[in-house]
């Protein structure tokens, strides 16, 4: 059965990062589809006009056509932060029997050890790690160790086993990041080609991220 892959990410707005990040890790990966899943924000950011309905509404409109990524919004479903354990099992209990890959990227990969339960999240999932050109892999660490022995050079490594691999790939930079897309809206600047037409559309009908930070 194809592999799936799982992107999990604040998506506080998605933006063209997010979206080249699923394209490139699928196709290079041979994943059948990618999930997006917002995750809760933690509560202080959680102000109106970011709230769950609004991204997953901006998410939405970002995959629009694109073949083969879909919006998954159970962790939005749920009255708490969930843990990304806790969202591989609900979809294992759903899909027994399906192979997932998370992909994350490295610098997100780097801190790795400091997930909840995150030597068990490699029992129900392989790791995708994109890497933008000149980010190196961790050297020293629990975080090295894991990839030591989990590591696959080449993607049919993720067909032998359900989970517990990970495999690293390299993905042309896009250096975009909700952070500063938050802080042009705020200081008036356009965010043309960093976020995709539609998404752009609804923050500017709904006036979102007027005084970000
Ligand atoms: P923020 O600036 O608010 O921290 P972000 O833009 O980094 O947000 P997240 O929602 O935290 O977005 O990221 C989700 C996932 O997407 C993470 O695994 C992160 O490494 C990855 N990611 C974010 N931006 C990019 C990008 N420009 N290129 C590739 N991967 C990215």
Partial sequence: ?????????????????????????????????????????????????V?????????????????????????LQRAEASYTIETLRS???EHPGQSYCLLLGMDAFRNFDSWYQWQDILRFCHLGVAARPGSNCPQRGPVAKLLGHSRVTEPKGLNTVPAGKIIIREIPALEISATEIRKSIASKRTISCLVPPKVKQIICEKRLYQDAK
């Fill in 1 to 49: 059965m194809a592999l799936i892959g799982l992107l999990g990410g604040t998506f506080d707005p998605i933006h063209c990062g997010h979206l080249r990040l699923a394209i490139e890790m699928k196709e290079q990966l041979g994943l059948s589809r990618v999930l997006l899943i917002p995750a809760h924000l933690p509560p202080h950011r959680d102000t109106p006009q």
């Fill in 51 to 75: 709230d769950a309905r609004t991204r997953l509404a901006l998410a939405q409109a970002a995959i629009g056509d694109i073949p083969g990524l879909e919006v998954d919004g159970r962790e």
């Fill in 91 to 93: 979809l294992h209990v």
